[in-house]
């Protein structure tokens, strides 16, 4: 009566292990089978055509990368010309309240053109500019200069901008005096400086010498007391002169002296030569 369980066991197993053979043949794992789908997205697809999607996925975000930085790019772009025409106007608009207006102006060493271009609408006339290089970002009078004699008759006009200009002139007393034969009577220069005051002014200024001394030659920055001696010993009195903030270019953040002058009546005669 004990026995019997154990002997129906043992019976019955042949029976159910058959059952559960062909279910685990190694058949079913034979290497002649097609390469297994592989599942992306939902679908099946085979090798080839993943491999395709692969690359065409690849192609589609160097391309997207490419476009937000050639975005980027254009709109630093637009930022760093914005800030530039933003500070030739500031500058003009502190020009034009000290020159009188329908004055005609000839901007030395004027760059993009920015200042003359906004002086002309501040002013009412037409700014010319002179400078080396063959043409100027702004729509402006553009004359081309060759670093000694300005392209202009003598007594032609009511006021000449240096701004930022007489530190790369590598004859000051040459540009000065062609300013005094240009200027009509009581006519009147003006001058932007950097000033090398303190050891960060001068570190400033050793960068800005670094970086334009072979396009322009070595520059030449002077404290307040040199420029008053150059100046009175060149002809020319001191008519305004004000101490100007770092901030007013954090790309260049020197302290910076603007100057108004005027030629000495003893020294209005053209120099010789011209």
């Known amino acids: 009566m004990i026995r019997a369980p154990r002997l129906l066991v043992l019976e019955t197993m042949p029976q159910i292990i058959p059952r559960v053979q062909p279910e685990s043949s190694p058949e079913q794992f034979s290497s002649a089978q097609p390469p297994r789908a592989l599942r992306l997205g939902g679908e099946f697809h085979d090798e080839e055509t993943f491999n395709a999607e692969t690359q065409s996925t690849l192609r589609w975000r160097r391309t997207l990368l490419g476009t937000v930085a050639n975005g980027i790019k ?24 000290v020159i009188p207006h329908g004055a005609e102006v000839l901007d030395v060493g004027c760059g993009n053109g920015f200042i003359a271009h906004h002086l002309s609408a501040l002013v009412g006339t037409s700014a010319i500019g002179i400078d080396l290089s063959d043409s100027a970002e702004a729509a402006i009078n553009y004359r081309q200069y060759d670093g000694a004699r300005f392209p202009a008759p003598d007594n032609s006009f009511d006021a000449v901008l240096l701004c930022y200009v007489l530190h790369h002139a590598q004859d000051v007393s040459v540009v000065l005096n062609e300013v005094r034969r240009v200027l009509r009577d009581d006519g009147l220069a003006v001058i932007y400086e950097d000033i090398p005051d303190t050891c960060w002014d001068k570190g400033i200024c050793w960068i800005h010498n670094r970086q334009w001394r072979g396009r322009t030659g070595p520059c030449t920055f ?26 007013r270019n954090f790309t260049h953040p020197v302290r910076r002296r603007f100057y108004v002058l005027k030629p000495s009546p003893i020294h209005r005669a053209s120099p010789k030569g011209y």
């Open 74 to 97: 254009r709109r630093l772009k637009r930022e760093r010309r914005r800030r530039k025409v933003g500070r030739a106007y500031d500058m003009a608009l502190e020009i034009a309240r």
């Open 222 to 247: 002077r404290n307040e007391c040199d420029w008053r001696a150059l100046f009175n010993s060149l002809g020319f009195e001191i008519m305004r002169e004000r101490r100007l903030a770092r901030v």
